[in-house]
């Protein structure tokens, strides 16, 4: 198996420079956009991995009607052992599909380039230890993860939003932050940016730390694909680097 079913939920938010990474190391993806009628499997079978992407969505009610689907096909993933990644809104249904609790940030929105630090469990992390101490990253969401599932694992924080990433099981990964977008992405997401934002400043900023973001984050993509493909075995030693 080699292909990777992402669920794209928004389409504003499609796989970009995530789905370019995942491709170069060799996973094919199955992009299925329920948004616009296509119908999601029962199960998993004959997928190497689940990656489920972000959207202007919530994860609590009222939800688009087939986050239930999306959950479904999440815990089965995670109970088979199937590599996964949740990306921001997709993180936010990784953790309610197991129990976890997203609501409305009270801090407010988190918009446009961030660090945030690895914590000490990040070390032990098949893909994270891996992940410098204090990542680039892109930030856009107005929800956050309140309440993690019970026995995930806290991967990555920062001081407002403390939910920045985090491992369920051995093979399910999710990130509150994004690592898809590139700068036409953000500049579409800017027309409504939310109040106090300027959008040229935020595109600006985003556009400056786009190296960055893929420095750290395109090893990340392939070390997931490489778990998805049978190739990472020995968290212990790195991947040689692609192309030689």
């Given at each position: 198996?080699?292909?990777?079913?992402?669920?794209?939920?928004?389409?504003?938010?499609?796989?970009?420079?995530?789905?370019?990474?995942?491709?170069?190391?060799?996973?094919?993806?199955?992009?299925?956009?329920?948004?616009?009628?296509?119908?999601l499997p029962p199960d998993l079978d004959g997928y190497a991995a689940l990656v489920v992407l972000g959207g202007e969505q919530s994860a609590?009610?009222?939800?688009?009607?087939?986050?239930?689907d999306v959950e479904a096909l999440l815990r089965k993933a995670t109970r088979h052992g199937v590599p996964t990644l949740g990306v921001c809104l997709?993180?936010?249904?990784?953790?309610?599909?197991?129990?976890?609790?997203?609501?409305?940030?009270?801090a407010g929105p988190e918009i446009g380039p961030a660090l945030v630090g690895r914590r000490d469990a990040a070390e032990s992390d098949l893909l994270f230890r891996y992940v410098p101490l204090a990542p680039d990253v892109l930030q856009w969401h107005?929800?956050?993860?309140?309440?993690?599932?019970?026995?995930?694992?806290?991967?990555?924080?920062?001081t407002r939003y403390p939910h920045q990433a985090f491992r369920l099981g051995e093979r399910a990964w999710g990130l509150q932050f994004h690592i898809e977008c590139d700068t036409a992405m953000i500049a579409d997401w800017a027309r409504?940016?939310?109040?106090?934002?300027?959008?040229?400043?935020?595109?600006?900023?985003?556009?400056?730390?786009?190296?960055?973001?893929?420095?750290?984050?395109?090893?990340?993509?392939?070390?997931?694909?490489?778990?998805?493909?049978?190739?990472?075995?020995?968290?212990?030693?790195?991947?040689?680097?692609?192309?030689?």
């Amino acid at each position: 198996m080699d292909t990777a079913l992402v669920i794209e939920n928004d389409p504003s938010d499609d796989p970009r420079r995530l789905g370019e990474w995942l491709t170069e190391a060799g996973l094919r993806l199955d992009v299925l956009r329920p948004y616009a009628g296509d119908a999601l499997p029962p199960d998993l079978d004959g997928y190497a991995a689940l990656v489920v992407l972000g959207g202007e969505q919530s994860a609590y009610p009222p939800r688009a009607p087939w986050f239930d689907d999306v959950e479904a096909l999440l815990r089965k993933a995670t109970r088979h052992g199937v590599p996964t990644l949740g990306v921001c809104l997709g993180a936010q249904l990784l953790a309610t599909a197991h129990g976890g609790v997203v609501e409305r940030s009270a801090a407010g929105p988190e918009i446009g380039p961030a660090l945030v630090g690895r914590r000490d469990a990040a070390e032990s992390d098949l893909l994270f230890r891996y992940v410098p101490l204090a990542p680039d990253v892109l930030q856009w969401h107005l929800d956050e993860i309140v309440e993690l599932p019970a026995g995930a694992v806290l991967l990555a924080a920062s001081t407002r939003y403390p939910h920045q990433a985090f491992r369920l099981g051995e093979r399910a990964w999710g990130l509150q932050f994004h690592i898809e977008c590139d700068t036409a992405m953000i500049a579409d997401w800017a027309r409504s940016a939310p109040e106090g934002y300027e959008a040229e400043d935020v595109i600006a900023a985003c556009d400056a730390v786009m190296v960055d973001v893929e420095e750290v984050w395109q090893p990340f993509a392939a070390r997931f694909a490489a778990l998805a493909l049978g190739q990472l075995r020995d968290a212990r030693r790195p991947l040689p680097i692609l192309g030689q």
